[in-house]
Structures are given as structure tokens and as C-alpha cells.
């Protein structure tokens, strides 16, 4: 069991595709070829894992031999390995979109290399038992996201990576000293042992909430929650399409991931008053979100802002902590990561096509593009949450969950969400597919076989997970245990014990 | 970068530096750095050091040369590929662990064995200094690099 592969392997294999595309040299076309390969390799190994941790539990590896609370333990449960299966998927069908839209000039320029990194650090993150090594994935991720972000040197993507640059470097120091914090009061960084040591301390544990408190800062910065998604809008805006879908899909998911797996195991003492501040934090992005998916015509903005709104409702779920609340939520957050992303492919192929960004300025593609145009209408109310599609599965249980918690507000301010979301994105597609074309619009003569089999790839995904919805239950339910009973989570220490 | 100096009017900028003084001792002191570095490389397995460290020692005995000569003839003296040293010293970093498996032991398990040398009598060999080496390549490769670019000499 310790000397397995397959916990280690989602990490390894990124890495090893980097590697590889770094010893080719600026050659395009192997590079395409490597990562492809790998991204689907890496579907294959995922989704095996998933059955694998679905009949044996988590599957945990200790680093370097060294046993659990000392050694870094990379901790495979279910949790992760949907994610890292979300991951891979996302991951490939953005690369096979990338090989007709990212442009010659950014191939030679170690684009996929870096995204290879970039999914390292972030299943990295995913998959980690250790707070300081989550700490170290996160900045390997960042690292990388920082060349992909100014990768192409235009001046807004150096304006805005700057400004992506200063706030995640400032977060990232907090995140360092939130972990000060937790060494100094418990003397671990085994997220399972420090949950242990809490939960067996019956003195007072008021200091915690400053640690909390600190966690909320680092990873709302990282996730755009409330006051500090200023920097979201903007440096989302700025890369090429491909870069933001894997950004906008994968990386404020990350953060997600982050504050529900510290504020489940760590900060249980007090629910009161952290896991309200959560909560109050996560209403007003949905408020704010839905403010701004209203405000913008402009078809990226739109979807940047919905992914605040989801990731509102996502961390609504989480702030509950109860069953039907984590379910909800993780479904709600892979839902999310499929959905988002083939909004942006759609979106991209859009803006590929006919060169305008503001969906005002589009008009009438329904007649040439018939198949794009009822996709995005299916991806649209999926996003907004219409019932046999995923998004409605996530949200039920959310509402659900809220109404048991007597949040009445809470669950009305989720559901009057959706209602935005569908106006927002409806708006989006009757602008772009129906209505007559604007004057001077001329569509461009582009390859588009790829874009449009990633882009309507992963609406099927997203699809046929909705349709799954009933099958995936046990594996939801198992995934969701390790956040309403942090106990199941470290368990594999007792058994190391 | 230079452009904008010349507009100031500091031409003298552009001319080869030539100070017999540190070209001399950059020399010996090159070799000096380089022969500490590896000491620092070395000790790292008891004691503090390591590969970074090491790295790091290398890169600026490199750089110190760069600072007594121009990048061309540093060029010629080393004929390396910086994106070559990244390349190989990450491949080590991430080969050397992976292909512990092999042993049957978890990732990053190090391995190690004695053996005996002719001069030097027993000798350890051990898999933590192959995925040190990597270390070594790739923050060596990655500061020149690094330099290299900032300072406008394009490779």
C-alpha cells in the first residue's frame, strides 16, 4: 500500500511531460504531441483512481518513507481524485484547443511546458495531506501561472500580471505566516495530525480564530471571494482564451479546495463565528458577481463574473459543513470546473471567429454556426442550473442545506443567483446567435475542427455527468464525508498509529 | 539598455571594460568559488549546504567572470547550454525519485550502498546526491539564465 504509484502518479507525469518538451527545445509540434498524450494518460490514470479509492478507500503514501506526522503524506481520498480527474480532463481538450488558437509564436515559447508545470503544482495542492506542502504546490502553480499570464508580452497582460503578480505574492507571505500560527499552536503540518490534536484539546482555543481569520484572507485573495476579487476581473480578461480557461476552471478551484479542506479540519471549535464569516463573505461575491455578470456585455467578463457567483455558492456549501451541504458543494465545484471551462472554449471560438470581444457588436452566427450555438445554449442552462443538467444537482442540495440551517436568506440569495446567471448568459447567447448581423461583421476564415471538438467535448462531459448524477451519488457522498466528519479524513493516521 | 545610455550621453559604456586587476584574480578566484561550491555541495549531505547552495556558489563564480570579461568570451571559456543545465538537472530531480520505485520503496526513499575504490577505500554511493545534482543544474542553470537574459545578451 505505501509503495504505491498511483497517489504519486497524477503528480509525476506532468512533470515528466515538462521535462521532456524542455529537452525538444522551441519545437512546436513534439510539444503538441507530448501533451496531448500526457493530458489523456492522465484522464486514463485518474479515472482508475477514482475506482481504485471508490473500493479501497484513500490511498496514502508517505513520502520518503517517513512515517505520517513527520514526513510529508500525500493523501489520495475521494476528494482529490475527482478533482485531479476534473483536472486532467479540463487539461486535455484546453490543449487539444491550444493547438489552433494559442498561436505559433507562444508554442515556441514553452507555453505547454508551462501548463504542464502549472497542472503539477495544482494537483499538487489537490492531492497533498501537508499545510506546508499545499503552501509550496500553491506557489509552484503560481509560479507558473505567472509566465502564462505574460506569456506574449502584449501590454495588458504585463499590466495585469503585475497586478496578479504583487497580490498573489502578498497573499502567499500571509499564507506563510497563517502556518507560523498553526506551527507554533499545534507543532504539526500534517493537516490529518493537527486535526487530531484539535479535536483532542479541550482547553480554549480562541487564538484559532486569528488563524483562521488569516486562512480567510490567503484564500479568498487566491479564490476571489468578497473584498478581494478586485484583482479577478482584469487579470482573467487579459491572457488568451486557453490560459483563462484553465485559470478561470482550475486555479480559483484551488482555493476553494483550500478553504474548505483547512476550515473543515482545522477550525471546528468555533463555527460560530468563522464558518458565519464565510458565509456573510461568500453572499456578498454572489451579490457582487451577479452585479457585475449583469453589467458587462462583453462575453468574457460575463463568464469571469459567473465564476464568482459559482464560486459563492460553492463556498455557501461548504460554510454549512453538514452532509447535504459538502455534497452539494463538491458537486456543485466539479460541475463548475467542467462547465466553466467549455464556456470559455465556446466563448474563445466565438471571439476567434468573428474578432469581437463584445457580444453587442455579434449578431445572427446561429445560421452558420447551428451546432456552437445550441451548445452554448445547453452549457448555459447547465451554468444556470436547469434540472436534468449538473447544475442543478449542486444547487439543490446547497439550497437544501441552507434551509435545514435556517439560512433563509442564504438559500433565497443562492436561488435568485441562478436567476442571474440564466438572464446574464441568455443575454450573451440571443446577442450573439440571434438578432440580425451587425454591419461589418465578417467572419473569419480560421481552423476550427479542434476548438470545436474540445469546446462541445466538454459540454458532452458536463452532460453526461448530469445524467450520471444518480450513479455518482456514493462517490459524491464519500467524497463529501471527509468535510462534514473530518475524523474519516484522518483516519489513516490512527491506522499508522 | 544601451540605447537609452547612449542617449545620455554615457557612449563609454558600450567600450570593452578592460581592468587587468579583476580579469586576473576573476580567474583564479573562479576556480576558488567553483572548488567551494562543490564543497558546500558535498557537505550538504550532513551538514548545512546542499545543492542550492551549491548552485547558487556556481552561478555567481560564473557571473563574476561575466563581470571581468563581456559575455562572449565567457561564452567561448564555458560553452554550455543554460537551457541544457535546467533541462537535465530537472529531469535528475524528478528521475532519480521516481525510478526509486524500483526498489520497491516509496517516492523520494533514498537508497544507498558501499563500495570499494582502489585509492580511496570505501566509498558511499548514494541516490540522493544524483537527485542533488539536479538540484545543483537546475538553480545554477536557472540563475545564468536568468543573468544572462536581464542583461540583454540574447543566447
Known amino acids: 500500500m505505501a509503495t504505491n504509484i498511483l497517489p504519486m502518479l497524477p503528480i509525476i507525469l506532468p512533470f515528466f511531460a515538462g521535462v521532456i518538451m524542455l529537452f525538444m527545445g522551441k519545437r512546436p509540434i513534439p510539444h503538441r504531441i507530448v501533451s496531448a498524450i500526457t493530458s489523456a494518460l492522465m484522464v486514463g490514470i485518474s479515472a482508475y483512481s477514482i475506482y481504485y479509492v471508490y473500493k479501497n478507500g484513500a490511498m496514502v503514501t508517505f513520502i520518503s518513507n517517513w512515517s505520517a506526522p513527520f514526513g510529508i503524506s500525500v493523501v489520495y481520498d475521494m476528494v482529490a481524485a475527482l478533482l485531479v480527474l476534473t483536472t486532467s480532463i479540463i487539461l486535455f481538450f484546453t490543449v487539444v484547443y491550444s493547438f489552433q488558437s494559442i498561436g505559433y509564436e507562444r508554442e515556441k515559447y514553452y507555453y505547454y511546458p508551462m501548463v504542464m508545470f502549472m497542472i503539477t503544482g495544482i494537483i499538487g495542492a489537490f492531492t497533498t495531506g501537508d499545510i506546508f506542502n499545499m503552501f509550496v504546490f500553491f506557489e509552484v502553480f503560481l509560479l507558473a501561472s505567472y509566465v502564462l499570464i505574460t506569456l506574449g508580452n502584449r501590454k495588458i497582460q504585463l499590466q495585469e500580471g503585475f497586478k496578479y503578480f504583487v497580490v498573489n505574492v502578498v497573499s502567499s507571505n500571509f499564507f506563510l505566516i497563517g502556518l507560523a500560527y498553526l506551527y507554533s499552536i499545534t507543532g504539526s503540518l500534517n493537516m490529518a495530525d493537527i486535526q487530531i490534536k484539535l479535536s483532542n484539546y479541550d482547553g480554549n482555543l480562541a487564538v484559532m480564530t486569528l488563524v483562521a481569520v488569516v486562512f480567510i484572507f490567503v484564500f479568498a485573495t487566491k479564490a476571489g471571494l468578497f473584498p478581494l476579487y478586485f484583482w479577478m476581473p482584469g487579470s482573467y480578461n487579459a491572457p488568451p482564451i486557453p490560459i483563462i480557461a484553465l485559470f478561470g476552471a482550475l486555479l480559483t478551484k484551488v482555493g476553494i479546495y483550500a478553504i474548505a479542506r483547512t476550515f473543515s479540519l482545522f477550525f471546528q471549535h468555533d463555527v460560530g463565528y468563522t464558518h458565519q464569516v464565510l458565509l456573510l463573505l461568500a453572499l456578498l461575491t454572489i451579490i457582487v458577481g451577479c452585479i457585475g455578470a449583469l453589467a458587462y456585455t462583453d462575453m468574457k467578463m460575463v463568464i469571469i463574473y459567473n465564476i464568482m457567483i459559482a464560486v459563492g455558492v460553492i463556498v455557501v456549501g461548504f460554510a454549512m459543513m453538514d452532509e447535504v451541504g459538502s455534497i452539494g458543494a463538491m458537486y456543485y465545484l466539479i460541475h463548475d470546473m467542467i462547465i466553466k471551462g467549455a464556456l470559455f472554449l465556446l466563448v474563445g471560438f466565438i471571439i476567434y471567429r468573428t474578432g469581437k470581444n463584445n457580444s453587442e457588436d455579434i449578431g445572427g452566427l446561429i445560421n452558420s454556426h447551428p451546432v456552437v450555438g445550441w451548445t452554448f445554449f445547453i452549457a448555459a442552462l447547465s451554468l444556470a442550473g436547469v434540472p436534468p443538467l449538473p447544475g442543478f444537482y449542486g444547487k439543490l442540495f446547497i439550497v437544501e442545506s441552507a434551509f435545514l440551517n435556517d439560512h433563509v436568506i442564504a438559500a433565497i440569495i443562492v436561488l435568485l443567483s441562478s436567476l442571474i446567471v440564466l438572464f446574464s448568459i441568455m443575454k450573451l447567447f440571443i446577442n450573439v446567435f440571434f438578432r440580425e448581423p451587425r454591419e461589418g461583421l465578417e467572419l473569419r476564415d480560421i481552423k476550427s475542427d479542434k476548438l470545436l471538438f474540445s469546446a462541445v467535448g466538454l459540454v458532452v462531459v458536463s452532460i453526461v455527468f448530469g445524467l450520471s448524477a444518480d450513479f455518482l451519488y456514493p462517490v459524491f457522498e464519500m467524497a463529501a464525508e471527509s468535510f462534514f466528519d473530518p475524523s474519516s479524513y484522518s483516519n489513516y493516521l490512527m491506522e499508522v498509529e | ?155
Open chain 2, 1 to 155: 539598455m544601451k540605447s537609452t545610455l547612449k542617449r545620455a550621453g554615457y557612449s563609454k559604456v558600450q567600450r570593452q571594460m578592460n581592468d587587468v586587476f579583476i580579469q586576473f584574480t576573476g580567474r583564479v578566484i573562479f576556480l576558488i568559488i567553483l572548488l567551494f561550491s562543490v564543497n558546500m555541495f558535498l557537505a550538504g549531505h550532513y551538514e548545512p549546504g546542499g545543492g542550492f547552495v551549491g548552485g547558487l556558489l556556481a552561478a555567481s563564480a560564473v557571473i563574476l567572470l561575466l563581470i571581468a570579461f563581456d559575455f562572449e568570451t565567457v561564452r567561448k571559456m564555458i560553452p554550455i547550454n543554460f537551457h541544457l543545465i535546467i533541462s537535465i538537472g530537472l529531469f535528475l530531480a524528478i528521475a532519480v525519485p521516481t525510478a526509486l520505485y524500483f526498489f520497491g520503496v516509496p517516492f523520494f526513499t533514498h537508497q544507498h550502498t558501499y563500495i570499494d575504490v582502489p585509492i580511496f577505500g570505501e566509498v558511499a554511493l548514494h541516490t540522493a546526491v544524483a537527485f542533488d545534482i539536479g538540484v545543483f543544474m537546475t538553480v545554477a542553470g536557472t540563475a545564468l539564465l536568468i543573468v544572462s537574459l536581464v542583461g540583454g545578451m540574447d543566447d
